[in-house]
């Protein structure tokens, strides 16, 4: 705890520094006394409580660091007195209400780091009078309102992270002036509008991070002009019509378009090629045809539902026919036609078995791969969980999720028809000698992983706990991108539900304490899984090979961050020098992330919308090694 007494080295100290000294307690108001203090630094203890309206009597504080605390309340105008500072750091505390509109006022800022509070406040006008700004970092708030057209008149800043906010309208047109701008992240949001053709003029442009918006219109062209341009993602938008392909879009992924109304171009976007000139008709011609197809409508359209209804009175009156999911239907299949697709369920085709059934790979008729999950019946759990998946998978779509098909089911048979994941699960790659996978591959399937668990969580209707996180229910297809599997036991929460309770135990070493203890199952189950089994991609050690009195998360974090060495899968390690040193650095970043997803305590546990953001920031950095 700091003492009252703090504040006697009034006429003396310039420098306090208490950093990560694990100091309990609230920041006494006594410490207004130290007048003559130039920088204050009190990152990463544990103080609560309210910032000391008395700060304001430092006037000539230049550096003023109390990130990663548990304080709360306002800011405070009183900050504002502090006319000579030039950094402020209160970011991953619980400050709540909003930015000083005075903050303006102190020209001298050059970075403000304020993320991972509970500001809910719009961005005050005032902030265009810092010209001085180099870095303006706010993401993983609640602020709303539009983003004001003043943010152009930072001319000098390089930095500016907004993202994980509630903020609404259009992008300024005016942020196009920021030729210094490097860094641009403004990722789930509630942005609408176009993207304004003035960010062309951002020529010191490297990442610009838009996904997960509503912005709508086309991308325009005149961002090919962005030479220094590495990083454009822009997917779950509502974004159309033709993709640049020139200038920086050459070495773009397709991952970052994807979710978008209807865009098209170059097939290395992974998306359909846009119409040309020839293949337009004239209105009159466009009118024929319609008139044509109105008219088959009208003739053949009731002659059609007079055929089905008679087929459907047909089907259901024979015996083991199977019931299939019609949301999600391919291609009708019979038992027997499962049969023929599998030679017969032979022990051949076996891929995999599980708790509640098997399977097996099979061929369909058109040539397509799948994978057969037939349900072990003499287990009354079986039923349950052939329904389970059943009532989950035909309402999911995501791009890492593992697609159904369709279902077959009958009172002695029940099965689902899977998508074929060619290159099996991430446990094979894990353990087996013959694979192996390297740093930047086990952080795009985790990137993957996050990214389902981020739809299942934030992206759903109702939200949906899997509940059986591990690296054998997750599955890559031939590009080695991730799909999450078997949803067996997971669990929907209605809308007035943040939690409940089950009977049903996941895999040991995996499961959340309150889980394995209570049965009692939310999000932060999930998100506790999740960071086990990052921990144990990146240490190939499973989590259930420790003794009673050590677990992995524990021997994880007692080696942190100078042993990162000592705990990180040996194969990983392949590099020498400074390039060593960098990658151990990302690694130690990614443990981070994981022991922050596995806290015992579930309010303390990361969402998974900032383990998303976070493990993708360490993807950048990886990349620049």
């Known amino acids: 705890m700091l003492p009252a007494s703090t504040g006697n080295h009034s006429t003396s100290l310039r420098t306090f520094v208490a950093s990560s000294c694990k100091i309990r307690g609230r920041i006494p108001n006594e410490v207004g006394n130290l007048s003559s203090l130039l920088d204050l630094r009190l990152s990463g203890n544990n103080l609560v409580g309210l910032i000391p309206t008395t700060i304001g009597n430092m006037r ?51 970075e403000i780091h304020l993320s991972s509070n509970k500001l809910s406040s719009n961005i005050p006008p005032s902030i265009g009078k810092l010209h001085d700004l180099v870095v303006l970092d706010l993401p993983s708030n609640n602020m709303v309102g539009s983003l004001p057209p003043e943010i152009g008149n930072l001319k000098v800043v390089i930095k500016m992270d907004l993202s994980m906010n509630q903020f609404s309208n259009r992008i300024p047109r005016e942020i196009g002036g920021l030729q210094n ?42 961002l090919e002009k962005l030479q220094n341009l590495k990083y454009f993602n822009i997917s779950f938008n509502k974004l159309y019509r033709e993709i640049p392909s020139r200038g920086p879009f050459k070495n773009l992924s397709s991952q970052f378009f994807i979710y978008n109304e209807a865009l098209c171009g170059s097939s290395i976007f992974s998306v359909p090629p846009c119409p040309t000139s020839s293949n337009h008709r004239s209105n009159r011609k466009k009118l024929v045809v319609l008139f044509i197809l109105i008219a088959i409508a009208v003739v053949f359209v009731p002659m059609t539902f007079v055929l089905l209804w008679i087929r459907y009175r047909r089907g259901k009156s024979a015996p083991q026919q199977a019931d299939l999911l019609s949301t999600v239907v391919r291609e009708r299949i019979s038992y027997y036609e499962l ?16 708790s509640f059934g098997s399977v097996y790979k099979g061929i369909l008729r058109n040539g397509t791969a799948i994978a057969v999950k037939v349900f072990n019946l003499q287990l009354d759990t079986a039923f349950k969980s052939f329904d389970t998946e059943c009532e989950v998978l035909c ?20 099965a689902l028809v899977l998508e074929y994941m060619p290159n099996g699960s991430l446990e094979k790659y894990l353990y087996s000698h013959n694979y192996f996978l390297d740093i930047r591959q086990r952080l795009s399937i985790m990137i993957d992983v996050a990214c389902a668990l981020e739809y299942l ?70 998100i506790y899984s999740y960071g086990i089994m990052l921990l144990e991609t990146f240490t190939r050690r499973k989590p259930n090979e420790f003794d009673r009195d050590l677990s992995l998360k524990q021997w994880v974090s007692y080696s942190l961050p100078e042993g990162v060495m000592d705990v990180v899968d040996a194969n990983l390690l392949t590099s020498t020098g400074n390039r060593l040193q960098k ?43």
Request: aromatic share 4%; with cysteine; hydrophobic share 40%.
């Open 181 to 222: 701008l490097a860094h641009l992240t403004l990722r789930h949001n509630k942005l609408q509008g176009s993207i304004p053709d003035s960010m062309s003029n951002t020529v010191g442009l490297e990442f610009l991070d838009l996904s997960h918006n509503n912005i709508s219109g086309i991308i325009p062209m005149s």
């Open 339 to 354: 049969l023929q697709e599998t030679n017969a369920l032979s022990e051949s085709n076996l891929i995999g078995s599980g």
């Open 583 to 625: 990658e151990l650095d990302v690694v130690a970043s990614i443990m981070k992330v994981a022991l922050d997803c596995c806290a015992e305590s579930p309010a303390r546990r990361t969402n998974m919308k900032d383990v998303v953001g976070m493990l993708q920031k360490i993807k950048i950095q990886l990349l620049a090694c």
């Open 60 to 110: 000539n504080l230049q550096w003023f660091n109390l990130s990663s605390n548990k304080l709360s309340g306002f800011i405070g105008d009183h900050i504002c007195n502090l006319q000579h500072l030039g950094d402020i750091y209160l970011g991953q505390n619980q400050l709540s209400g909003s930015l000083p509109y005075c903050l303006g006022n102190i020209t001298s800022l050059r």
């Open 457 to 526: 969580h934030h992206g759903c209707l109702s939200v949906l706990i899997h509940c059986d996180l591990k690296p054998s229910n997750v599955l890559l297809d031939e590009d080695m991108v991730a799909h999450l599997s078997d949803f067996g036991i997971s669990k929907l929460l209605c809308d007035d539900e943040s939690d409940l309770y089950t009977e049903t135990l996941a895999t040991l070493g995996y499961i959340a304490p309150e889980y394995g203890l209570d049965g009692l199952v939310s999000t932060k189950c999930d």
């Open 395 to 414: 309402s999911l779509r995501h791009r890492n999720l593992v697609k159904v098909i369709t279902s077959c089911s009958n009172l002695d048979f029940k």
